[in-house]
């Protein structure tokens, strides 16, 4: 069974940091794009960071210059290294991977992690 397995949220103080790990288990024949997304309460889902296959990255306008996405192709495995960390940042962190199962796959399809907790406090 495929699947997307994060580890690393918690609780931590404002200006400190915390660093995301998300793999991809399973019969996998090739991970696409990988990113992490998060949803605060009462808010929708959005974009934190994204990465494809060839190390390019994009990132949230809220998050640059304090976050920085990474992956690791032989892992399949993403990471987000979030530094700075504010009261605002709080949410749960989904992992989202672009993935091929099969190798006579068209195409790419997306997978969401479970989520992680993510709390900095003031």
């Known amino acids: 069974q ?5 580890s690393g949220g918690g609780l931590v103080q404002a200006g400190g940091s915390l660093r995301l790990s998300c793999a991809a288990s399973g019969n996998i024949f090739r991970v696409d794009a990988m990113g992490w997304y998060r949803q605060a309460p009462g808010k929708q889902r959005e974009l934190v960071a994204t ?5 390019s990255t994009n990132y949230a306008d809220s998050v640059k210059g304090r976050f920085t996405i990474s992956r690791d192709n032989a ?12 009261p605002e940042d709080t949410a749960v962190y989904y992992c989202n991977a672009d993935m091929r199962i099969h190798y006579y796959d068209l195409g790419s399809r ?4 479970q989520g992680t907790q993510v709390t900095v406090s003031s």
């Open 2 to 6: 495929v699947q997307l397995v994060e």
């Open 51 to 55: 990465i494809i296959r060839g190390a």
């Open 75 to 86: 892992k399949n495995t993403v990471y987000l290294q979030m530094n700075s960390l504010k």
């Open 110 to 113: 997306p997978y969401w992690g």
